[in-house]
C-alpha cells in the first residue's frame, strides 16, 4: 500500500511515500526557518504564504524520487491538527483538490500522534503495545498512552510553554539568536551546570510547566534575586524609580547557564516521562518531535530508563522534525484498522495538547 503524506502544521512544507506503513520512498522537506530568524520565532502568514509557493513542487519531487505517479497512490494522508490555521489549510485544501482530481481518498491525521508513530518508521525490532509516548517539540509537550494506533489516551501536557519554546526564549535571553534549541544544547557542550534551576510543579503529576524556568533565567543574567526584585517593587510604590544593575553575562556564563537551564528541563522530561511509565505499567517509551533531537536527552533518557526496566524507542534524527514520512505512515495504519478518506477535511482548531 503506497500512501502520500502531506505535512504543512507550521514552517515546514514536507511530502512523502510510505509503503505499507514502514518503508520510506521519499521524504522532501521545505523549509521556510531563513524566513522568520530576523524576527525570533515563525511568523504565521509568511509560513502559509512560502506553503503555498513550495506544495505543488515538494509533492512532485516526492512522487519522483520514489517513482511513483499519483495514479499509483492508494491513500492521501494529510496534517489535519494541531497547527497554525493558515499553514493547516493549504496542505488541506492542496490534498483535497489532487485527491478528488485523482479519486484517491484523502485522511486527516494528528500531528502529535504522528510524531510518536515516527519511532516505528525504517525499526526493524517488533515494537509492542500498549506504550506511553512522550511529544515533546516547539509547540508542544505531551504524554499520551496508546493501546493501539487508533486508542490514544492523553495523559499530561504543557500548561504554559512547550519545552521548544522555553528553549528559544532562553537562548534568546542570552543572545544565542534562534532556533534555541541547537544554539543551546552546541553552548551547554562546555558550561558547568552548577546554577539551581527547577520546572514549576503542577498540581497533576504528569503535566508540565516550563514558564518559570524561563523567568528564572532572566533573573539569573539581570543579577536580580528575588528579594531584589521585591525591593524594586518597594522603591516604585514610593514614586522612585532605581533600574536594577544589569550585568551582562560572560561567554562561560552563558554557557553555565545553559547547560543548567538543558539538565533541569532534561530532569522534568525523564522523571516524568518514567513516571507515566510507572502509572500506566509500561515498558516501552516512545519519543517524538524536534527536541528528541537533543543529544544529552537521549543519553539521559535512554540510561535513566534502563535502570527502570523502560525500553525507550527514539526515531531516527532526520524524522525528529517536522516530516511527512509520520503522516503518512500513521494513516496506513489507520486504514487498515478500518478508517476512511473524508474529502470533507477542514483544518481542526481546537487546541490538541
Not at 142 to 168: H, P, Q, V
Request: with cysteine; proline share 4%; hydrophobic share 40%.
Amino acid at each position: 500500500m503506497y500512501v502520500l503524506g502531506i505535512e504543512t502544521s507550521c514552517d515546514e512544507t514536507a511530502a512523502s511515500v510510505v509503503r505499507d506503513g514502514k518503508i520510506i520512498y521519499s521524504n522532501v522537506v521545505a523549509s521556510s526557518l531563513e524566513f522568520h530568524k530576523k524576527y525570533g520565532g515563525v511568523i504565521p502568514e509568511i509560513a502559509s504564504r512560502m506553503h503555498l509557493e513550495v506544495i505543488t513542487r515538494v509533492t512532485e519531487s516526492a512522487l519522483s524520487q520514489a517513482r511513483l505517479r499519483l495514479k499509483d497512490i492508494d491513500l492521501i494522508a494529510v496534517t489535519e491538527q494541531p497547527g497554525l490555521p493558515g499553514s493547516l489549510l493549504v496542505g488541506i485544501c492542496f490534498a483535497k483538490a489532487i485527491g478528488l482530481a485523482s479519486g484517491v481518498p484523502v485522511m486527516g491525521i494528528n500531528h502529535l500522534y504522528a510524531h510518536i508513530y515516527s519511532g516505528f518508521l525504517n525499526k526493524k525490532r517488533r515494537i509492542s503495545f500498549p506504550l506511553v509516548g512522550l511529544v515533546v517539540s516547539g509547540g508542544h509537550t505531551s504524554l499520551f498512552y496508546l493501546n493501539d494506533f487508533k486508542r490514544i489516551a492523553l495523559l499530561g501536557s504543557a500548561l504554559d510553554d512547550a519545552c521548544g519554546e522555553a528553549f528559544d526564549k532562553v537562548a534568546k535571553i542570552i543572545g544565542l539568536g534562534y532556533p534555541g534549541g541547537p544554539a543551546i544544547e552546541k553552548m551547554a557542550v562546555k558550561g558547568k551546570p552548577g546554577i539551581k534551576f527547577n520546572c514549576s510543579d503542577t498540581n497533576r503529576p504528569l503535566d508540565f510547566s516550563f514558564s518559570g524556568i524561563k523567568t528564572a533565567v532572566l533573573y539569573q543574567v539581570k543579577g536580580i534575586s528575588r528579594f531584589g526584585l521585591w525591593q524594586e517593587q518597594a522603591y516604585s510604590r514610593r514614586g522612585r524609580k532605581r533600574s536594577p544593575q544589569v550585568r551582562q553575562p560572560s561567554l562561560q556564563n552563558k554557557r553555565d547557564i545553559a547547560a543548567s537551564f538543558q539538565e533541569a528541563v532534561i530532569a522534568t522530561l525523564v522523571k516524568k516521562s518514567l513516571l507515566a511509565c510507572k502509572i500506566k505499567k509500561s515498558r516501552t517509551l516512545m519519543v517524538g518531535g524536534g527536541v528528541a533531537l537533543n543529544n544529552r536527552l537521549r543519553e539521559r533518557l535512554s540510561r535513566e530508563a534502563g535502570r527502570a526496566g523502560v525500553d525507550v524507542v527514539f526515531p531516527d534524527k532526520r524524522l525528529c522534525m517536522d516530516n511527512a514520512a509520520m503522516v503518512a505512515g500513521l494513516a496506513c495504519r489507520l486504514f487498515r484498522k478500518g478508517f476512511t478518506g473524508n474529502l470533507d477535511l477542514t483544518p481542526n482548531l481546537a487546541r490538541s495538547s
